[in-house]
């Protein structure tokens, strides 16, 4: 398949992800970036096998994925990030737990090795649902920010998790959301 022309848009999730993730948008352009990676997310898509996916459905990528809840959340679109979690049909993160995976697949498609990149939205998990952040002025989780987010679609009931830090256990717990 060719790519898009030199100088032509292309408007796929990780064309925001990535540059929202990794601070290269400038703060005049990160509203609209950020809106476009939701509207992309929250339509259905075309995989490059031509198959169609629902809305709500991965299609980053390996460096894409990982990224992925936390540009929606910083983004606004809380939202879109729990129906992206929450989505059980191909290409998504419940897929494999609905085919029987006790494991993160390698890939989305099929049984194999336990895979980084798809697992990484645990590390989404514990910092924007559960809300346990880490201080930027102190490195370790020696000061910590504790800010849940209950999922505002409604569909997750509660979360509770915890982190164990050098400093001793950091623990959350939600109820309701929507």
Not at 68 to 94: E, F, H, M, N
Not at 144 to 156: A, E, H, I, K, S
Not at 162 to 172: A, H, N, Q, T, V
Request: charged share 15%; net charge neutral; aromatic share 14%.
């Amino acid at each position: 398949a060719e790519g898009p022309a030199k100088g032509q848009a292309v408007d796929i999730q990780a064309s925001y992800v990535l540059p929202l993730a990794f601070g290269l948008v400038g703060n005049s352009l990160k509203t609209r970036f950020a809106a476009n990676l939701a509207h992309a997310v929250s339509r259905a898509n075309v995989a490059d096998n031509g198959r169609q996916c629902p809305p709500y459905s991965l299609m980053t990528g390996f460096i894409g994925t990982a990224w992925i809840c936390k540009a929606l959340s910083d983004g606004g679109y809380d939202d879109v990030a729990y129906r992206l979690l929450q989505q059980t049909s191909y290409p998504s993160w419940l897929y494999s737990v609905e085919q029987g995976a006790t494991t993160i697949w390698e890939r989305l498609d099929s049984n194999s090795y336990n895979h980084y990149s798809f697992g990484a939205v645990g590390a989404w998990m514990y910092g924007y649902s559960l809300g346990i952040q880490c201080d930027e002025a102190s490195p370790g989780f020696h000061h910590f920010v504790l800010r849940p987010t209950p999922d505002p679609t409604g569909q997750m009931k509660y979360a509770k998790g915890y982190y164990d830090s050098l400093y001793g256990r950091i623990r959350s717990e939600w109820r309701g959301g929507g």
